[in-house]
């Protein structure tokens, strides 16, 4: 795992919801390696845990990573407060391995909530032959539709109370679609409950799945057991770490029920 870490600077920053907000961070050494689904760790002004926060953009030309997040706590409300031309502490690019967007030609991205923005990527890598399910709580909380559609994927919109899109959960939509026609694969990042019905849905079709687990992380580079998930391997229980093993896992190698 190749990662360089230092202050760089902020080139832009903008609010895309209540709490949530989006930078750029001029990192060229860090855009050349990047992988979709990866992620980068920030040191926060006055804290000693860093906080891992996943790549939603990375751009090679331009020498960018775009990373979008929620304020959940003290951490990252200091880290809210850095505006552009101000220098954010990061390590990046982190995670073992990313989505393999290199093996298959269309596909199905699903994110929910903050787990969306990571799908970005992989969209960008499938434009029209892919369809991207977005979950939220409700209008207010929906972010990054307009990016989504620029990729040319076929969009859908889900809400928990149909104040925007779709009524219902974004795994009642991917019914919905795999009745139409099954994509060589499945990406997903969200909440747990979310990610294991998914990966029930592509068994019971079928299709290989990949799945971003989100979990409390350390050091992020696999030194410390914070982020140890409960896994299987070769027909054998095993502990895997996300931020070195992963955090992008195959489906079947998650045991969601621990």
Excluded: W
């Excluded at 890598?125 to 209008?139: E, P, Q, W």
């Excluded at 068994?203 to 696999?222: A, D, F, T, Y």
């Amino acid at each position: 795992m190749k990662y360089v870490m230092g202050q760089y600077p902020v080139i832009s920053k903008s609010n895309l919801a209540k709490d949530i907000y989006d930078l750029t961070v001029l990192c060229p050494e860090a855009a050349e390696t990047a992988v979709p689904g990866q992620f980068i760790n920030i040191k926060a002004e006055g804290f000693m845990l860093r906080r891992p926060v996943s790549i939603a953009g990375i751009d090679r030309e331009n020498g960018t990573l775009r990373i979008i997040f929620e304020v959940r706590g003290k951490g990252t409300k200091e880290i809210a407060r850095l505006n552009s031309g101000d220098m954010i502490d990061i390590i990046a690019p982190l995670g073992g391995r990313g989505f393999d967007t290199q093996s298959y030609e269309t596909a199905v991205i699903i994110g929910g909530g903050i787990g969306t923005p990571p799908m970005l990527p992989v969209a960008e890598k499938f434009g029209k032959n892919a369809a991207v399910i977005c979950g939220f709580r409700n209008a207010s909380a929906v972010i990054l539709q307009d990016d989504f559609n620029k990729t040319g994927a076929e969009t859908i919109l889900c809400t928990d109370d149909g104040s925007a899109g779709r009524k219902g959960f974004v795994t009642d939509a991917l019914d919905d679609v795999l009745k139409l026609k099954k994509p060589d694969i499945i990406y997903a990042c969200g909440p747990k409950p979310m990610l294991e019905k998914t990966a029930e849905t592509a068994s019971q079709n079928g299709i290989p799945c990949q799945v971003s687990l989100e979990e409390r992380m350390g050091c992020g580079v696999g030194a410390c057991l914070v982020c140890a998930c409960k896994s299987i391997r070769d027909g054998q229980e095993i502990y895997a770490h996300v931020c070195k093993d992963g955090p992008v896992f195959n489906s079947g190698e998650v045991l969601f029920d621990d």
